[in-house]
Protein backbone atom coordinates (compact mmCIF):
# COMPACT_ATOMS: atom_id res chain seq x y z
CA UNK A 1 0.00 0.00 0.00
CA UNK A 2 1.40 3.25 -0.74
CA UNK A 3 2.55 5.26 2.03
CA UNK A 4 0.29 8.19 1.03
CA UNK A 5 -2.48 6.06 1.08
CA UNK A 6 -1.86 4.40 4.62
CA UNK A 7 -1.91 7.57 5.77
CA UNK A 8 -5.14 8.58 4.48
CA UNK A 9 -6.58 5.21 5.90
CA UNK A 10 -5.17 6.15 9.67
CA UNK A 11 -6.91 9.77 9.25
CA UNK A 12 -10.05 8.51 8.23
CA UNK A 13 -10.23 6.17 11.13
CA UNK A 14 -8.79 8.31 14.11
CA UNK A 15 -10.53 11.36 13.21
CA UNK A 16 -13.74 10.24 11.33
CA UNK A 17 -13.29 12.55 8.20
CA UNK A 18 -14.32 11.64 5.10
CA UNK A 19 -12.04 12.21 1.86
CA UNK A 20 -13.73 14.76 -0.88
CA UNK A 21 -12.27 16.75 -3.97
CA UNK A 22 -10.39 19.58 -3.44
CA UNK A 23 -12.09 21.88 -0.58
CA UNK A 24 -12.47 25.53 -0.90
CA UNK A 25 -10.41 26.70 1.87
CA UNK A 26 -7.94 24.54 2.48
CA UNK A 27 -5.49 24.23 5.53
CA UNK A 28 -1.77 22.35 5.98
CA UNK A 29 -1.73 19.70 7.36
CA UNK A 30 1.02 20.54 9.28
CA UNK A 31 0.43 23.86 11.94
CA UNK A 32 -2.26 25.69 14.06
CA UNK A 33 -5.60 25.28 13.51
CA UNK A 34 -7.06 27.88 15.73
CA UNK A 35 -6.76 26.10 19.32
CA UNK A 36 -5.87 22.87 17.68
CA UNK A 37 -3.35 21.13 16.06
CA UNK A 38 -2.72 18.29 14.07
CA UNK A 39 1.08 17.05 13.82
CA UNK A 40 2.73 14.32 12.21
CA UNK A 41 4.62 11.81 14.59
CA UNK A 42 7.94 11.56 12.66
CA UNK A 43 9.37 8.38 14.59
CA UNK A 44 6.23 6.60 13.92
CA UNK A 45 5.65 7.64 10.25
CA UNK A 46 2.25 5.91 10.16
CA UNK A 47 0.44 7.43 13.50
CA UNK A 48 -0.89 10.96 12.97
CA UNK A 49 -2.09 11.71 16.21
CA UNK A 50 -4.33 15.12 17.25
CA UNK A 51 -3.62 17.56 19.56
CA UNK A 52 -6.20 20.28 21.23
CA UNK A 53 -9.33 20.54 20.08
CA UNK A 54 -9.90 21.21 16.53
CA UNK A 55 -11.59 24.31 15.23
CA UNK A 56 -11.11 23.73 11.59
CA UNK A 57 -12.93 21.34 9.13
CA UNK A 58 -10.69 21.02 6.36
CA UNK A 59 -7.02 19.75 5.82
CA UNK A 60 -5.03 19.31 3.26
CA UNK A 61 -2.13 16.63 2.65
CA UNK A 62 0.32 16.28 0.08
CA UNK A 63 -2.32 18.02 -2.36
CA UNK A 64 -4.97 15.58 -1.69
CA UNK A 65 -7.81 17.06 1.00
CA UNK A 66 -10.05 15.69 3.77
CA UNK A 67 -12.74 17.16 4.97
CA UNK A 68 -13.02 16.96 9.10
CA UNK A 69 -16.69 17.15 10.88
CA UNK A 70 -16.94 20.39 11.72
CA UNK A 71 -16.19 20.77 15.28
CA UNK A 72 -19.36 20.34 17.69
CA UNK A 73 -18.79 23.61 19.34
CA UNK A 74 -17.99 25.58 16.25
CA UNK A 75 -21.58 24.30 15.15
CA UNK A 76 -23.44 25.50 18.50
CA UNK A 77 -21.86 28.45 18.61
CA UNK A 78 -22.56 29.21 14.84
CA UNK A 79 -26.31 28.41 15.32
CA UNK A 80 -26.23 30.83 18.48
CA UNK A 81 -24.41 33.62 16.82
CA UNK A 82 -27.13 33.34 13.42
CA UNK A 83 -29.89 33.22 16.17
CA UNK A 84 -31.28 29.75 14.58
CA UNK A 85 -30.20 27.93 18.00
CA UNK A 86 -33.85 26.21 19.47
CA UNK A 87 -33.33 27.60 23.60
CA UNK A 88 -35.01 25.80 26.14
CA UNK A 89 -35.49 27.55 29.00
CA UNK A 90 -36.37 24.84 32.38
CA UNK A 91 -38.70 27.13 35.04
CA UNK A 92 -40.79 30.20 33.63
CA UNK A 93 -40.82 32.40 36.77
CA UNK A 94 -39.50 35.48 37.93
CA UNK A 95 -36.22 34.94 36.25
CA UNK A 96 -36.88 32.13 33.40
CA UNK A 97 -39.99 34.18 31.63
CA UNK A 98 -37.70 37.27 31.00
CA UNK A 99 -34.93 35.48 29.60
CA UNK A 100 -37.40 33.40 27.13
CA UNK A 101 -38.90 36.68 26.39
CA UNK A 102 -35.62 38.28 25.53
CA UNK A 103 -34.25 35.74 23.37
CA UNK A 104 -37.57 34.97 21.64
CA UNK A 105 -37.87 38.59 21.25
CA UNK A 106 -34.24 38.64 19.63
CA UNK A 107 -35.52 36.02 17.22
CA UNK A 108 -34.67 32.56 18.84
CA UNK A 109 -37.20 30.16 18.84
CA UNK A 110 -37.68 29.79 22.45
CA UNK A 111 -39.29 26.75 24.41
CA UNK A 112 -40.33 27.36 27.82
CA UNK A 113 -40.46 24.55 29.86
CA UNK A 114 -42.39 24.22 33.44
CA UNK A 115 -44.04 21.72 35.37
CA UNK A 116 -46.97 24.25 36.06
CA UNK A 117 -50.00 23.52 33.73
CA UNK A 118 -51.61 26.96 34.74
CA UNK A 119 -48.50 28.55 33.63
CA UNK A 120 -48.09 26.81 30.51
CA UNK A 121 -51.76 27.52 29.50
CA UNK A 122 -50.66 31.13 29.95
CA UNK A 123 -47.83 31.82 28.12
CA UNK A 124 -49.26 29.62 25.42
CA UNK A 125 -52.14 32.46 25.28
CA UNK A 126 -49.95 35.33 25.08
CA UNK A 127 -50.41 35.88 28.73
CA UNK A 128 -48.16 37.42 31.64
CA UNK A 129 -48.06 36.82 35.02
CA UNK A 130 -45.03 38.71 35.86
CA UNK A 131 -44.96 41.78 36.92
CA UNK A 132 -41.88 42.86 34.74
CA UNK A 133 -43.04 41.25 31.79
CA UNK A 134 -45.41 43.32 30.58
CA UNK A 135 -49.07 42.37 28.53
CA UNK A 136 -48.07 44.06 25.76
CA UNK A 137 -44.57 42.34 25.30
CA UNK A 138 -45.76 39.15 26.32
CA UNK A 139 -48.64 39.40 23.20
CA UNK A 140 -46.00 40.46 20.61
CA UNK A 141 -43.76 37.30 21.34
CA UNK A 142 -46.50 35.49 21.07
CA UNK A 143 -47.91 37.20 17.73
CA UNK A 144 -44.35 36.44 16.47
CA UNK A 145 -44.27 32.74 17.27
CA UNK A 146 -41.28 32.51 18.84
CA UNK A 147 -42.32 31.62 22.18
CA UNK A 148 -44.17 28.57 23.22
CA UNK A 149 -44.49 26.76 26.54
CA UNK A 150 -44.56 23.25 27.22
CA UNK A 151 -44.73 20.84 30.24
CA UNK A 152 -43.16 17.89 27.97
CA UNK A 153 -39.81 16.98 28.87
CA UNK A 154 -39.02 15.35 25.87
CA UNK A 155 -38.89 18.12 23.98
CA UNK A 156 -35.53 19.04 25.51
CA UNK A 157 -34.01 16.84 22.96
CA UNK A 158 -34.85 19.48 20.20
CA UNK A 159 -32.75 22.54 22.06
CA UNK A 160 -29.43 23.62 21.10
CA UNK A 161 -28.98 25.38 24.71
CA UNK A 162 -30.93 24.73 27.25
CA UNK A 163 -31.48 27.07 30.80
CA UNK A 164 -32.29 26.06 33.95
CA UNK A 165 -34.05 28.76 36.01
CA UNK A 166 -36.12 26.22 39.29
CA UNK A 167 -36.16 27.51 42.33
CA UNK A 168 -33.69 27.01 44.90
CA UNK A 169 -35.43 26.72 48.38
CA UNK A 170 -34.44 26.47 52.16
CA UNK A 171 -35.67 22.53 53.17
CA UNK A 172 -37.69 22.16 56.80
CA UNK A 173 -34.43 21.98 58.42
CA UNK A 174 -33.13 25.42 56.36
CA UNK A 175 -30.57 23.78 54.36
CA UNK A 176 -30.40 23.97 50.69
CA UNK A 177 -33.30 21.90 48.73
CA UNK A 178 -31.66 21.32 45.41
CA UNK A 179 -34.07 18.28 44.35
CA UNK A 180 -35.89 21.47 42.00
CA UNK A 181 -32.22 21.49 40.05
CA UNK A 182 -31.67 17.74 40.47
CA UNK A 183 -35.29 16.93 38.47
CA UNK A 184 -34.59 19.17 36.09
CA UNK A 185 -30.47 17.48 35.56
CA UNK A 186 -32.24 14.34 35.09
CA UNK A 187 -35.01 15.48 32.85
CA UNK A 188 -31.82 16.86 30.41
CA UNK A 189 -30.14 14.04 30.86
CA UNK A 190 -33.19 11.07 29.71
CA UNK A 191 -33.09 13.79 26.73
CA UNK A 192 -29.34 14.96 26.03
CA UNK A 193 -27.49 14.11 22.73
CA UNK A 194 -24.18 15.33 21.49
CA UNK A 195 -23.52 19.04 21.04
CA UNK A 196 -26.18 20.68 23.59
CA UNK A 197 -25.33 23.54 25.82
CA UNK A 198 -27.07 23.55 29.34
CA UNK A 199 -26.44 26.20 31.78
CA UNK A 200 -27.29 26.90 35.07
CA UNK A 201 -28.90 30.00 36.30
CA UNK A 202 -30.42 29.37 39.74
CA UNK A 203 -29.04 30.57 42.80
CA UNK A 204 -26.93 27.99 44.63
CA UNK A 205 -23.53 27.16 46.80
CA UNK A 206 -20.03 27.33 45.18
CA UNK A 207 -19.95 23.18 43.27
CA UNK A 208 -23.67 22.57 42.57
CA UNK A 209 -23.11 22.63 38.66
CA UNK A 210 -20.31 20.06 39.04
CA UNK A 211 -21.09 17.84 41.71
CA UNK A 212 -25.31 17.76 41.34
CA UNK A 213 -25.31 18.47 37.19
CA UNK A 214 -22.58 17.57 35.57
CA UNK A 215 -22.52 13.79 37.12
CA UNK A 216 -26.15 13.52 35.67
CA UNK A 217 -25.62 15.03 32.16
CA UNK A 218 -22.13 12.51 32.32
CA UNK A 219 -24.24 9.12 33.61
CA UNK A 220 -25.47 8.86 29.59
CA UNK A 221 -21.81 8.70 28.66
CA UNK A 222 -21.46 12.01 26.96
CA UNK A 223 -18.49 14.13 27.81
CA UNK A 224 -18.98 17.24 29.35
CA UNK A 225 -16.06 19.68 27.52
CA UNK A 226 -16.33 17.22 24.85
CA UNK A 227 -19.83 16.29 23.48
CA UNK A 228 -22.12 18.51 25.65
CA UNK A 229 -21.33 21.82 27.39
CA UNK A 230 -21.79 22.87 30.74
CA UNK A 231 -21.86 26.42 32.51
CA UNK A 232 -23.49 28.72 35.45
CA UNK A 233 -24.70 31.75 34.80
CA UNK A 234 -26.58 33.69 37.81
CA UNK A 235 -28.97 35.76 37.06
CA UNK A 236 -29.02 39.72 39.13
CA UNK A 237 -32.66 40.52 38.17
CA UNK A 238 -34.31 42.06 41.10
CA UNK A 239 -38.17 42.37 40.09
CA UNK A 240 -39.75 45.00 39.85
CA UNK A 241 -36.44 47.43 41.42
CA UNK A 242 -34.21 47.19 38.15
CA UNK A 243 -36.75 47.68 35.72
CA UNK A 244 -37.92 50.56 37.74
CA UNK A 245 -34.36 51.53 37.32
CA UNK A 246 -33.63 50.91 33.87
CA UNK A 247 -32.09 47.21 34.35
CA UNK A 248 -33.16 44.31 33.09
CA UNK A 249 -32.00 41.06 31.28
CA UNK A 250 -30.56 43.05 28.23
CA UNK A 251 -28.23 45.34 30.10
CA UNK A 252 -27.25 43.94 33.09
CA UNK A 253 -23.92 42.26 33.11
CA UNK A 254 -23.68 38.63 33.15
CA UNK A 255 -21.11 36.31 34.83
CA UNK A 256 -20.58 33.52 32.79
CA UNK A 257 -18.03 30.15 34.50
CA UNK A 258 -17.76 27.44 32.25
CA UNK A 259 -16.73 23.76 33.33
CA UNK A 260 -14.17 23.57 30.70
CA UNK A 261 -12.87 26.68 28.80
CA UNK A 262 -15.30 25.97 25.49
CA UNK A 263 -17.95 25.53 27.85
CA UNK A 264 -17.11 29.34 28.90
CA UNK A 265 -16.59 30.29 25.26
CA UNK A 266 -20.39 28.63 24.15
CA UNK A 267 -21.87 30.17 27.39
CA UNK A 268 -20.82 33.92 26.86
CA UNK A 269 -21.51 33.31 23.16
CA UNK A 270 -25.39 33.09 23.90
CA UNK A 271 -25.33 35.69 26.56
CA UNK A 272 -23.85 38.28 24.18
CA UNK A 273 -26.64 38.11 22.22
CA UNK A 274 -28.49 38.37 25.12
CA UNK A 275 -27.58 40.99 27.41
CA UNK A 276 -24.56 44.02 26.69
CA UNK A 277 -21.73 43.04 29.06
CA UNK A 278 -20.82 39.70 29.73
CA UNK A 279 -18.03 38.97 32.33
CA UNK A 280 -16.42 35.61 31.96
CA UNK A 281 -14.76 33.53 35.13
CA UNK A 282 -12.51 30.83 35.82
CA UNK A 283 -14.98 28.43 36.48
CA UNK A 284 -18.51 27.29 37.56
CA UNK A 285 -17.76 27.99 41.01
CA UNK A 286 -16.43 31.36 41.08
CA UNK A 287 -19.71 32.66 39.44
CA UNK A 288 -21.83 30.73 42.27
CA UNK A 289 -19.87 32.23 44.83
CA UNK A 290 -19.67 35.44 43.04
CA UNK A 291 -23.81 35.43 43.21
CA UNK A 292 -23.95 34.13 46.77
CA UNK A 293 -21.30 37.27 47.49
CA UNK A 294 -23.37 39.77 45.88
CA UNK A 295 -26.79 38.75 48.31
CA UNK A 296 -24.62 38.39 51.42
CA UNK A 297 -23.81 41.66 50.95
CA UNK A 298 -27.00 43.35 50.99
CA UNK A 299 -27.77 40.87 53.43
CA UNK A 300 -24.97 41.99 55.76
CA UNK A 301 -25.65 45.54 54.96
CA UNK A 302 -29.55 44.98 55.86
CA UNK A 303 -28.43 43.94 59.34
CA UNK A 304 -26.34 47.20 59.63
CA UNK A 305 -28.61 49.76 59.15
CA UNK A 306 -31.64 47.33 61.12
CA UNK A 307 -29.08 47.39 64.23
CA UNK A 308 -28.21 50.93 63.83
CA UNK A 309 -32.00 51.37 63.58
CA UNK A 310 -32.72 49.61 67.03
CA UNK A 311 -30.15 51.96 68.26
CA UNK A 312 -31.25 55.04 66.76
CA UNK A 313 -34.91 53.83 68.48
CA UNK A 314 -33.23 54.22 72.24
CA UNK A 315 -31.93 57.22 71.78
CA UNK A 316 -34.33 58.54 69.97
CA UNK A 317 -32.62 59.25 67.05
CA UNK A 318 -33.94 59.53 63.39
CA UNK A 319 -31.88 56.57 61.64
CA UNK A 320 -33.55 57.77 58.22
CA UNK A 321 -31.93 60.98 58.84
CA UNK A 322 -28.75 59.59 59.92
CA UNK A 323 -28.36 57.68 56.80
CA UNK A 324 -29.60 60.20 54.18
CA UNK A 325 -26.82 62.01 55.76
CA UNK A 326 -24.34 59.72 55.67
CA UNK A 327 -25.24 59.20 52.01
CA UNK A 328 -24.50 62.34 50.69
CA UNK A 329 -20.66 61.40 50.74
CA UNK A 330 -19.52 60.98 47.92
CA UNK A 331 -17.19 57.90 48.24
CA UNK A 332 -16.51 55.02 50.27
CA UNK A 333 -20.22 55.11 51.34
CA UNK A 334 -23.44 52.63 49.75
CA UNK A 335 -26.99 53.56 51.04
CA UNK A 336 -28.96 50.74 52.54
CA UNK A 337 -32.47 50.75 54.43
CA UNK A 338 -33.86 49.76 57.45
CA UNK A 339 -36.85 47.73 57.27
CA UNK A 340 -39.35 45.53 59.07
CA UNK A 341 -37.42 42.02 58.23
CA UNK A 342 -36.44 40.58 54.84
CA UNK A 343 -38.64 38.85 52.56
CA UNK A 344 -38.35 37.64 48.79
CA UNK A 345 -36.69 34.39 47.30
CA UNK A 346 -32.58 35.45 47.51
CA UNK A 347 -31.76 37.48 50.47
CA UNK A 348 -33.34 35.51 53.58
CA UNK A 349 -32.63 32.04 51.53
CA UNK A 350 -29.05 32.36 49.53
CA UNK A 351 -26.67 33.32 52.64
CA UNK A 352 -27.27 29.90 54.16
CA UNK A 353 -26.44 28.03 51.22
CA UNK A 354 -23.12 29.19 51.68
CA UNK A 355 -23.31 28.50 55.39
CA UNK A 356 -24.03 24.74 54.68
CA UNK A 357 -21.26 25.08 51.90
CA UNK A 358 -18.42 26.02 54.48
CA UNK A 359 -19.53 23.44 57.41
CA UNK A 360 -18.02 21.15 54.94
CA UNK A 361 -14.43 23.72 55.19
CA UNK A 362 -14.75 23.67 59.10
CA UNK A 363 -15.45 27.52 58.45
CA UNK A 364 -18.19 29.06 60.86
CA UNK A 365 -19.52 31.93 58.23
CA UNK A 366 -20.17 34.55 61.35
CA UNK A 367 -21.19 37.74 59.19
CA UNK A 368 -23.77 36.12 58.13
CA UNK A 369 -25.23 34.13 60.75
CA UNK A 370 -25.60 37.45 62.69
CA UNK A 371 -26.95 39.40 59.87
CA UNK A 372 -29.52 36.51 59.66
CA UNK A 373 -30.24 36.85 63.77
CA UNK A 374 -30.80 40.61 63.85
CA UNK A 375 -32.67 40.59 60.42
CA UNK A 376 -35.39 38.10 61.98
CA UNK A 377 -35.41 40.22 65.08
CA UNK A 378 -37.48 43.15 63.02
CA UNK A 379 -40.78 42.11 62.94
CA UNK A 380 -40.43 41.81 66.57
CA UNK A 381 -39.51 45.14 66.50
CA UNK A 382 -42.18 46.37 64.25
CA UNK A 383 -44.81 44.91 66.96
CA UNK A 384 -43.74 46.61 69.75
CA UNK A 385 -43.53 49.66 67.54
CA UNK A 386 -47.42 49.09 67.14
CA UNK A 387 -47.84 47.88 70.89
CA UNK A 388 -46.23 51.84 70.89
CA UNK A 389 -48.25 53.51 68.73
CA UNK A 390 -51.70 51.71 70.37
CA UNK A 391 -50.06 52.63 74.12
CA UNK A 392 -50.07 56.65 72.89
CA UNK A 393 -53.85 55.92 72.54
CA UNK A 394 -54.30 54.56 75.82
CA UNK A 395 -54.90 51.23 73.73
CA UNK A 396 -53.89 47.79 74.10
CA UNK A 397 -53.10 45.36 71.32
CA UNK A 398 -55.84 42.48 72.19
CA UNK A 399 -58.74 43.50 70.64
CA UNK A 400 -57.59 46.16 68.16
CA UNK A 401 -57.81 46.41 64.77
CA UNK A 402 -54.64 46.96 62.88
CA UNK A 403 -54.67 46.96 59.33
CA UNK A 404 -51.39 45.68 57.28
CA UNK A 405 -50.48 47.59 54.52
CA UNK A 406 -48.58 45.85 51.67
CA UNK A 407 -48.26 41.66 51.44
CA UNK A 408 -45.54 41.96 49.06
CA UNK A 409 -42.15 41.33 50.62
CA UNK A 410 -41.00 44.78 48.95
CA UNK A 411 -41.97 47.67 46.58
CA UNK A 412 -44.09 47.77 43.66
CA UNK A 413 -44.80 44.02 42.96
CA UNK A 414 -47.30 40.87 43.69
CA UNK A 415 -44.10 39.01 45.43
CA UNK A 416 -44.89 37.57 49.12
CA UNK A 417 -42.89 34.68 48.83
CA UNK A 418 -41.20 34.94 52.60
CA UNK A 419 -42.67 38.14 52.77
CA UNK A 420 -41.54 39.89 56.83
CA UNK A 421 -45.94 40.59 56.90
CA UNK A 422 -46.57 36.60 58.10
CA UNK A 423 -45.05 36.85 60.86
CA UNK A 424 -45.64 40.40 62.07
CA UNK A 425 -48.80 39.31 61.70
CA UNK A 426 -48.54 36.63 63.84
CA UNK A 427 -46.67 37.80 66.44
CA UNK A 428 -49.63 40.34 66.90
CA UNK A 429 -52.68 38.04 66.38
CA UNK A 430 -50.82 36.03 69.35
CA UNK A 431 -51.48 39.44 71.33
CA UNK A 432 -55.02 39.66 70.65
CA UNK A 433 -55.03 42.21 67.66
CA UNK A 434 -57.46 41.61 64.66
CA UNK A 435 -55.55 42.18 61.04
CA UNK A 436 -56.41 43.29 58.07
CA UNK A 437 -54.44 42.76 54.96
CA UNK A 438 -54.22 45.41 51.99
CA UNK A 439 -52.14 45.38 49.19
CA UNK A 440 -53.44 46.58 45.70
CA UNK A 441 -50.86 44.56 43.58
CA UNK A 442 -52.01 41.21 45.28
CA UNK A 443 -55.53 39.96 45.86
CA UNK A 444 -55.36 36.76 47.66
CA UNK A 445 -52.43 34.39 49.03
CA UNK A 446 -51.13 31.96 50.86
CA UNK A 447 -49.59 32.61 54.32
CA UNK A 448 -46.84 30.55 55.27
CA UNK A 449 -49.03 28.00 57.50
CA UNK A 450 -50.64 27.20 54.42
CA UNK A 451 -53.86 29.48 54.42
CA UNK A 452 -55.26 31.31 51.62
CA UNK A 453 -56.02 34.31 53.05
CA UNK A 454 -57.76 37.73 51.09
CA UNK A 455 -56.53 40.99 51.15
CA UNK A 456 -59.18 44.02 51.67
CA UNK A 457 -59.43 47.27 49.60
CA UNK A 458 -58.04 50.13 51.74
CA UNK A 459 -60.83 53.02 51.91
CA UNK A 460 -60.64 55.93 54.35
CA UNK A 461 -64.00 54.22 56.35
CA UNK A 462 -61.11 50.84 56.88
CA UNK A 463 -58.69 53.54 57.92
CA UNK A 464 -60.99 55.25 60.42
CA UNK A 465 -62.44 52.22 61.49
CA UNK A 466 -59.03 50.66 62.60
CA UNK A 467 -56.34 51.46 65.57
CA UNK A 468 -53.56 51.54 63.83
CA UNK A 469 -52.38 51.33 60.18
CA UNK A 470 -48.87 49.95 59.44
CA UNK A 471 -46.68 50.50 56.38
CA UNK A 472 -45.19 47.41 55.78
CA UNK A 473 -44.59 47.57 52.04
CA UNK A 474 -44.09 51.46 50.64
CA UNK A 475 -45.86 50.98 47.30
CA UNK A 476 -46.27 53.69 44.85
CA UNK A 477 -49.79 53.63 44.69
CA UNK A 478 -50.75 53.68 48.19
CA UNK A 479 -51.78 57.28 49.39
CA UNK A 480 -49.75 58.13 52.16
CA UNK A 481 -51.15 61.85 53.02
CA UNK A 482 -54.56 60.06 52.79
CA UNK A 483 -53.35 57.27 55.11
CA UNK A 484 -51.87 59.27 57.84
CA UNK A 485 -55.31 61.90 57.44
CA UNK A 486 -57.73 59.27 58.29
CA UNK A 487 -55.22 56.62 60.27
CA UNK A 488 -55.74 56.66 64.02
CA UNK A 489 -52.13 55.55 64.31
CA UNK A 490 -49.50 55.12 61.63
CA UNK A 491 -46.61 52.46 62.21
CA UNK A 492 -44.33 53.57 59.14
CA UNK A 493 -41.29 50.86 58.68
CA UNK A 494 -40.24 52.13 55.28
CA UNK A 495 -39.86 55.73 55.83
CA UNK A 496 -42.68 56.38 53.05
CA UNK A 497 -44.47 59.26 55.07
CA UNK A 498 -41.40 61.32 54.68
CA UNK A 499 -43.21 64.01 52.39
CA UNK A 500 -46.70 63.93 54.49
CA UNK A 501 -46.90 67.01 56.72
CA UNK A 502 -49.68 67.29 58.25
CA UNK A 503 -50.69 64.64 61.24
CA UNK A 504 -47.04 63.66 62.02
CA UNK A 505 -47.98 63.26 65.64
CA UNK A 506 -49.93 60.27 64.32
CA UNK A 507 -46.98 58.64 63.08
CA UNK A 508 -44.27 56.21 64.91
CA UNK A 509 -41.26 55.89 62.61
CA UNK A 510 -39.10 52.92 62.28
N1 LIG B 1 -36.81 36.07 41.78
C1 LIG B 1 -35.67 36.71 41.83
O1 LIG B 1 -35.65 37.90 42.09
C2 LIG B 1 -34.36 36.02 41.54
C3 LIG B 1 -33.26 36.79 41.20
C4 LIG B 1 -32.05 36.19 40.92
C5 LIG B 1 -31.96 34.80 41.02
N2 LIG B 1 -33.04 34.05 41.38
C6 LIG B 1 -32.89 32.61 41.45
O2 LIG B 1 -33.43 32.05 40.26
C7 LIG B 1 -34.02 30.78 40.54
C8 LIG B 1 -35.46 30.79 40.09
O3 LIG B 1 -36.16 31.75 40.86
P1 LIG B 1 -37.56 32.35 40.42
O4 LIG B 1 -37.79 33.52 41.29
O5 LIG B 1 -37.63 32.51 38.94
O6 LIG B 1 -38.53 31.14 40.84
P2 LIG B 1 -40.09 31.01 40.48
O7 LIG B 1 -40.68 30.20 41.56
O8 LIG B 1 -40.66 32.32 40.14
O9 LIG B 1 -40.08 30.14 39.14
C9 LIG B 1 -39.60 28.85 39.08
C10 LIG B 1 -40.45 28.08 38.08
O10 LIG B 1 -39.84 26.79 37.93
C11 LIG B 1 -40.89 25.84 37.77
N3 LIG B 1 -40.32 24.53 38.04
C12 LIG B 1 -40.00 23.98 39.22
N4 LIG B 1 -39.45 22.76 39.03
C13 LIG B 1 -39.43 22.54 37.71
C14 LIG B 1 -38.98 21.46 36.89
N5 LIG B 1 -38.43 20.37 37.42
N6 LIG B 1 -39.14 21.57 35.57
C15 LIG B 1 -39.70 22.67 35.02
N7 LIG B 1 -40.14 23.73 35.73
C16 LIG B 1 -39.99 23.65 37.06
C17 LIG B 1 -41.94 26.32 38.74
O11 LIG B 1 -43.21 25.78 38.43
C18 LIG B 1 -41.88 27.84 38.52
O12 LIG B 1 -42.76 28.27 37.50
C19 LIG B 1 -33.81 30.55 42.03
O13 LIG B 1 -32.64 29.84 42.23
C20 LIG B 1 -33.65 31.95 42.58
O14 LIG B 1 -32.89 31.98 43.77
C21 LIG B 1 -34.24 34.65 41.62
Redesign the pocket.
Known amino acids: MPLVAYHLILITIRLGGVWGPAAPVPVPFKGDFGVGSVAYNAPTPFEISFQGQSRCSIMKMRGLYMTLPVAIESAIQQKIESHTAQIGV???????LPLAVRAAEIGFSVLG????HT?VVALNNGESYIGDITAARMLAVHQQGTLEATTDMRRLRTCDVIVI????PLNHTRDPDLH?IE??SE?IARMLRTGQLVIL????YPGTTQEIVQPRLEATGLRVGEDVFLAFS??????GQTSSQGWSVENTPKIVGGVTDICTTLASAFYRQITSQVVPVSSPRVAELTKLFENIFRAVNIALVNELALLCDRMQLNVWEVIEAAATKPFGFMKFSPGPGLG???IPI?PFYLTWKAREFDLSTRFIELAGEINTQMPRHVHDLVARALNRQRKALNGATVVLLGVAYKKDVDDYRESPVFKVADLLQADGAQIVFCDPHISSFQNHAGHVLHTTPLTTDLLTRSDCAVIMTDHSAFDYEQIVAHATAVVDTRNATRHVVQGREKIVLL
Open positions: IGMGYVGFDVDRCVPTYQAAESTTPERIDPGHCD
